[in-house]
């Protein structure tokens, strides 16, 4: 009986928030989102989606994971590309027109809340942690958790399981569009005005530790910047989604201290 009445609460949140989804439109595109307002709160948490699994839409991450977090949230859905299935909030043969968006919303709504870019945190694991390492530094937001990012794109998708977002994205023509996309964040890490504030989460087990994150954080020693990690166990890359958000939420909550610690 305890597990039905818990399983009907947790269906009346869940349609109770995407009951308020709404549409942010620009000439390009119409991004779908989701923002939940915490009373008091001075931090924005935006969260990235993931890339859905075989036979699955594109969908919003953590909706309940994050629910009793003591901030704003903006859940960001990526339904583009291919089958709708995302274009890592980039765009398509280079016109990034989903990314200029994307920091349209989110300026929009520090604009409506009161705060500003150093009021936010991208936040995502997978496709969702690119996305939060990508948009904390190239757009100068406070900081970042991600979980298993690729910070090498060209190398993940271009790929024959990928090939066709990896097209979307960079277009089918051009020599160099695969460095192209491997560079994306490391440029936009090494152009951040400000301090950048890096925690990622990952397993050694699984295959985006040596092919992705163990090259970014030789690209950050080199540069001299800091990171924060989190090492999880478990060998498989789609089980990121159970272990990140505890990271997540233990890294959010230190964030959300030091502003009470500055009031105090």
Not at 188 to 201: E, S
Request: hydrophobic share 35%; glycine share 6%; with cysteine.
């Amino acid at each position: 009986m305890k597990k039905y009445i818990k399983r009907l609460i947790i269906k009346c949140y869940m349609f109770s928030v995407l009951f308020h989804e709404k549409v942010f439109q620009t000439a390009k595109c119409n991004l779908r989102y989701l923002l939940v307002k915490k009373k008091k709160s001075k931090k924005l948490l935006v969260i990235f989606s993931g890339y859905p699994g075989e036979g699955q839409q594109a969908r919003y991450n953590y909706i309940l994971k994050f629910s009793r977090l003591r901030c704003h949230r903006l859940y960001i859905l990526d339904n583009f590309g291919p089958h709708n299935k995302g274009a890592w909030y980039l765009g398509e043969n280079m016109d990034f027109y989903i990314e200029d968006a994307v920091v349209q919303l989110i300026d929009n709504t520090l604009k409506e809340l009161g705060l500003t870019r150093q009021d936010v945190i991208t936040c995502g694991s997978s496709k969702g942690g690119y996305a939060a390492l990508y948009f904390e530094n190239k757009h100068h937001y406070y900081a970042s958790i991600s979980g298993a990012p690729q910070p090498l794109l060209g190398d993940y998708l271009d790929r024959d399981v990928h090939r066709n977002i990896f097209e979307y994205i960079a277009g089918k023509e051009g020599e160099t569009r695969h460095e192209d996309l491997n560079n994306l964040i490391y440029k936009a890490i090494k152009q951040k005005r400000g301090q950048n504030r890096i925690f990622v989460h990952v397993s050694k087990n699984e295959h985006t530790y040596e092919g992705h994150v163990l090259p970014l954080l030789n690209f950050l020693e080199q540069n001299n910047i800091e990171v924060r990690m989190d090492y999880g166990e478990y060998k498989k890359h789609d089980q990121v989604g159970f272990y990140f958000p505890p990271f997540a939420l233990r890294i959010m909550e230190e964030i959300l201290n030091e502003d009470i610690d500055v009031v105090r």
